[in-house]
């Protein structure tokens, strides 16, 4: 994908809040203890005003009013969270609060430029307009310096690609110092929404951050969703780095010497699918696995299957007996005698055999751990030949 397609494609990303809140209404009481919710608005007479809980995958209306006089007012309960204030039908006319108990907060601001408001009443709600006002600002120098890229000569592409990362990277650190500093949990939460196009790149972040902020705030609902999500990047990041090599990354190049003395490298295998297999000849789970790893390499070495063993073995003549009695006929198997210490187990963080990490024709991690049934179908539907029509 082109750096304009790429960046224009998650351009639009950021633009879309992932804001994942969880709010209720609490029931009524025999005197009022919730919040209020005053607002002073120039130019929008009659119009509707809705406070909504965003969590879900539609948003929910929980209170509204109608705007006359220039003014409207809400009085209601909810759990102390982040809500926002929508005006009238376009979901763009929004405003963002962070309400507790007992709030008194006073909004003013014109409907022709909304974005433009104070608030009063609510110092967290004062910290969310801070840093959305301070994003706006971040965001709108990346959509210049992005259509600046997009309509430069090719010889000044290069140039301008820098300018656009830096205001990209000067976005990040923005948000991260808002948060590092924030006092309001839930907010600080909140503004990780804000990372927008960036928010892929920063998963080992907010995995951490959101750690932190549950910490902190154990029963906040809203930091609960965003932590719940992150601990299911983090499983699958710990899954994809199990073995010391994440999928969809290159494979490091093992040399080792073969049974008679030569010299072999992974990397001379590049070009084909190939079976990285550590093994040993004391391993019965590996002795009982040799056997279809003969049959598949019979099956799809023509069609460009190869496998490179690499032995736990600390005893060479046990090593090269095993391999006979087997009947492992590829010709890259390699040892250093090391054992468990061995280099190449240290290198891919083998702490169990078999191991078997399966590698594309640019020596790239596809998949690991495939055995039998799951092995064989993984490469029938890399390597199986098409039947002529």
Partial sequence: MSFIKKQKKNFYVWRIFLLLIICNVFPSCNHFNGYEIAGNINNGEQ???????????????????????????LKNYSYKGIYRLRFGEDPKNVIFLYIKEKDKIRIASDMKNLKQYTVEGSSASSDIQRI???????????????????????????????????SQKDLVELVKDFVKKEENADVACFALNLLGPSMKEEIPYLVNVTNVLHEADP???????????????????????????????DAPNIILQDPKGDTIQLKNLLGNYVLLDFWASWCQPCRQENPNVVALYNQYHAQGFEVFSVSLDANQAQWAKAIAKDGL????????????????????????????????????????????????????????QKKPA
């Fill in 47 to 73: 119009i509707k005003v809705y406070l909504e809980d965003i969590s879900q995958e539609a948003p929910v209306i929980i209170d509204t009013a109608v705007i006359r006089n220039k003014s409207f007012e």
């Fill in 329 to 384: 006929i590829w010709k890259n198997h390699g040892c250093d005698f090391g054992g468990w210490q061995s280099a190449p187990a240290q290198l891919y963080k083998v702490d169990a055999i078999p191991c078997t990490f399966l590698l594309d024709k640019k020596g790239k991690v596809i998949a690991k751990n495939l055995h039998g049934e799951a092995l064989e179908e993984k490469l029938k539907s890399l390597l199986a």
């Fill in 219 to 249: 029963k906040s609902k809203y930091i609960n969703t965003w932590y719940k999500s992150m601990q299911q990047y983090r499983d699958a990041l710990l899954g994809e780095t199990q073995g010391g090599v994440a999928l969809n990354t």
């Fill in 132 to 166: 959305m006002g301070q994003a706006r600002k971040q965001y709108t120098e990346l959509d210049t310096a992005f259509f600046r890229v997009k309509e430069a000569p090719d010889a000044m592409k290069d140039s301008l690609k820098f300018v656009f990362s830096k």
